[in-house]
Structure formats: structure tokens, C-alpha cells
């Protein structure tokens, strides 16, 4: 799930994590095998948001998956595996116009 500017903000103030940016290096190789989201690093690994209801269009709230761990000490190497909730849910705030 690709994330708006507004999603980004709640999803940082919800969770300790950071923001792979799109300009990173290694955007398009994880784009090439995770699909196209809005990554998050955090002292686990690699996470991304699912929605959590059927609707996208209607996202209120989503569910943390993690698609890689940490391979090393340094935090600098990943190893993926198949997604796995991590019991973690984001939800989003309704902004009005």
C-alpha cells in the first residue's frame, strides 16, 4: 500500500520507524519484489502497510507486515521471508476538506 502524504504522518506518529524514501537505492529493487509500497525501517526490519478492511479506496485502518529481518548487527543487511502481521494496526484519522 503506497501511502499518501497525510497516511505517512499518522503512520509515524503511530509507529517507531522510519521512512525508506522513494530516492533510496534500494527502492526499486524492494518495489521489484514487495509490490508497490511506502517502506518502513525499523530495529526489526522491513515493514509495510496491508489495509485492514476490504475497501482501499475507504482505509481507515491498516495492518504493520513485516517482509524482512535484519541479517546483521550493523542494521545494513535484510533477509526477506513471507509476510507476517505483526499484530500491529495503524489507524488513520478521517481529514476533512
Given amino acids: 500500500m503506497r501511502l499518501n502524504e497525510t497516511q505517512l504522518h499518522q503512520t509515524l506518529r503511530q509507529i517507531d520507524a522510519e521512512v525508506l524514501p522513494d530516492n533510496h537505492p534500494a527502492n526499486a529493487q524492494l518495489t521489484d519484489l514487495f509490490g508497490d509500497h511506502t517502506f518502513f525501517l525499523d530495529q526489526?526490519?522491513?515493514?509495510?502497510?496491508?489495509?485492514?478492511?476490504?475497501?482501499?479506496?475507504?482505509v481507515r485502518?491498516?495492518?504493520?507486515?513485516?517482509?524482512?529481518?535484519?541479517?546483521?548487527?550493523?542494521?545494513?543487511?535484510?533477509?526477506p521471508h513471507a509476510p507476517e502481521p505483526t499484530g500491529k494496526v495503524v489507524t488513520f484519522e478521517q481529514v476533512t476538506h
Wanted: hydrophobic share 40%; charged share 25%; no cysteine.
Fill in 61 to 79: 485502518t491498516s495492518r504493520v507486515v513485516s517482509l524482512a529481518d535484519w541479517s546483521d548487527a550493523t542494521l545494513t543487511s535484510l533477509k
Fill in 44 to 58: 526489526g526490519g522491513l515493514k509495510v502497510l496491508e489495509p485492514a478492511e476490504a475497501s482501499e479506496s475507504d
